[in-house]
């Protein structure tokens, strides 16, 4: 388990040129965008729309930001995107955390605490990765007015929690199947319990996985949009859907350094999830408990 | 009622019975050997006294008190895993009280019998550092220390020193052999390792295809197999078996073999009870060490037997010599001082102990017993 990552395959200076070489223009193919976002956001209106896109900003300004944070009119009201970003807060540090608890769960119980038929219902519940989100939107708004949840952030989570358990399922169970059932074992003896065997032993070794199943299900449900446009209306929508808001208010000019900025404070917090958490993104903390 | 007694248990998986019947009662302070091919479930037998698998029919009981659907964790059992199965998260000093604490004993206890039983496996520096800090063979004290802090009845082994290097694995062997001296517990060992096996035990059950084909002390397991299957799993190299008709000759029953030479001998037993066996076909057994040189032969036996044969290999080990020759037309092995002078090709006066030979049934593959 731990040589792995020691071992790369060499090769020769032409070939490493080339890697290299497409690497840095696969870069620039994803990072002129966002610099031009970037650029733009920083720019007065008049800069954007009496000239070039690409040319550098003659005036720098943070107005366009301050704008689209707690100005801008987002639908009616003039409140910018600052209330919507804390909906989308509300929904997503619940959403992630319920989904990966119960996923680590249910992959502690479906590959330590095997019963009859566990492969199918694990297939069963593979099912929610693939089933395209437009096919349940109707009997989810059924659902969700049936217990008295739509329209709240809490009908929200629910949502994301069942679309997420899929996956975060996939990777605790894929990840627990390598575990050695022999720790789960001498706990047993040691007198330990179906959750303390999940808290002490199995999850204090979940790091790395607990951070991939975090970032997943962050950006996902972060950059959710059909569910939140469906699901959540007016003061409750969630960032995205406040986002399209404020681009498609059609009263006035369009302020594009706005709109700019605005895409931008919308994309923030999953690149932040992913520079802090990807520092913890790291393999071989099994290394020692059995020999390999 | 003995110490430990698994009586009558049998494991089915589905239709598919595993362990028949197996019956085997160990004493207090006994150090009991379950060794055998894997896949013989020796393995099951031990997690079926762990209580990790559930027994199918009969019972177990530890203590005089039958343990059945006892959780593993009241059973008052401690159990060394053969990849020591050290939590990964914590430190030494935290898998060593791991399981008192889940029993509730109180901190300063814990404290106690983690310093006692590190001093006693020399880990005392270790109790700080987490497992994959350690060698090999300090995991491996540190799961013996995990298990001896419970103080438990019975201590269970499943194979702890396959993970170890040829050398260290000599060495905890020596250990583990101190250790039980020492402390008189009750121990159930699981190995593959026949040499493991002999070392280790008091007593031995030889399993395979999910019978205990015989339960004994080392030396009536290696000198007096019960059968073929035993005869030639213990021991290295391994028992030669040779096809031989009996012949009376002189009122006394001989084997006759078919040397290299297309002569045949005539090898006189030691047990007169065979005669009853005239002119029947019989599997004779002979050890690799009953077969020597002349001047090497076993000068308490009373009945050596001379053989002219052809040396085919000879492989000098260092502290032995191992010949191989043709007898029987088969390969037979024959174990000599290390500075015997022999060559593949020579004509060589062998000597065999006939005392130490054993004679099986080729129909039944049972050892022919004597009276």
Known sequence: MSSAQTQSVRTGRVTRSFIYLFLLVSALFYLLPFFIMLLNSVKPLGEITGGNMMAMPEVFTLEAWKAAW?????????????????????????????????????????????????????GLMLFSCFIPFQIVLIPMARILGIVGLSGSTYGLILVHVVYGVGFSTLYFRNYYAAF?????????????????????????????????????????????????????????????????????????VKEYNVHFAGAILAALPTLLVYIVAGRYFVRGLMAGSVKG | MSFLNINNVTKSYGSIEVLHQINVSVEEGEFLVLVGPSGCGKSTLLYMIAGLEDITSGDISINNRIVNGVHPSNRNIAMVF?????????????????????H?????????????????????????????????????????????????????????????????????????????????????????????????????????????????????????????????????????????????????????????EGNTVLLPFSQANLAAWQGKDILLGIRPEAI?????????????????????????????TFVTMTLAD????????ADVSVAAGDVFDFAVNMDKAVVFDPETEERITEG
């Open chain 1, 70 to 122: 707690s100005t801008a009119q987002v639908g009616v009201e003039p409140t910018g995107l600052r209330p919507y970003f804390w909906n989308s807060i509300k929904m997503v540090v619940p959403a992630v955390f319920i989904s990966t608890i119960l996923g680590a769960l249910n992959g502690y119980v479906l590959t330590k605490w095997r019963f009859k038929y566990d492969t199918i219902l694990f």
């Open chain 1, 180 to 252: 050695p059932t022999e720790l789960v074992r001498a706990a047993q003896i040691d007198g330990a319990g179906f959750f303390q065997i999940f808290y002490r032993i199995l999850l204090p070794s979940s790091g790395p996985i607990i951070v991939v199943c975090v970032i997943w299900q962050f950006t996902n449900i972060w950059n959710d949009f059909l569910f939140g446009a469906s699901f959540a209306s007016g003061s409750g929508a969630p960032m995205t859907v406040a986002l399209n808001n404020l681009v498609q208010s059609s009263t006035g």
């Open chain 2, 82 to 102: 053969q990849s020591y199965a050290l939590y990964p998260n914590m430190t030494v000093g935290q898998n060593i009280t791991f399981g008192l604490e889940m």
């Open chain 2, 104 to 260: 509730g004993v109180p901190a300063p206890e814990r404290e106690k019998a983690m310093n006692d039983v590190a001093k006693l496996l020399q880990i005392e520096q270790l109790l700080g550092r987490k497992p994959w800090q350690l060698s090999g063979g300090q995991r491996q004290r540190v799961a013996m220390g995990r298990a001896l802090v419970r103080n438990p009845d019975v201590f269970l082994f499943d194979e702890p020193l396959s993970n170890l290097d040829a050398k260290l694995r000599v060495n905890m062997r020596t250990e583990i052999k101190k250790l039980h001296e020492k402390l008189k517990k009750t121990i159930v060992y699981v190995t593959h390792d026949q040499i493991e096996a002999m070392t280790l035990s008091t007593r031995i059950a030889v399993m395979y295809q999910g019978y205990v084909q015989q339960l004994g002390t080392p030396k009536e397991i290696y000198d007096t197999p019960a059968n073929l299957f035993v005869a030639t799993f213990m021991g290295s190299p391994a028992m030669n078996i040779l096809p031989a008709k009996v012949v009376v000759q002189d009122n006394r029953p001989h084997a006759s073999v078919a040397t290299s």
């Open chain 2, 292 to 320: 020597t040189d002349l001047d090497g032969a076993d000068r308490k036996s009373s009945n050596i037997v001379n053989l002219q044969n052809r040396v085919d290999v000879t492989e000098p080990s260092g502290s032995d």
């Open chain 2, 330 to 337: 088969r390969d037979t092995i024959a174990r000599m001082r």
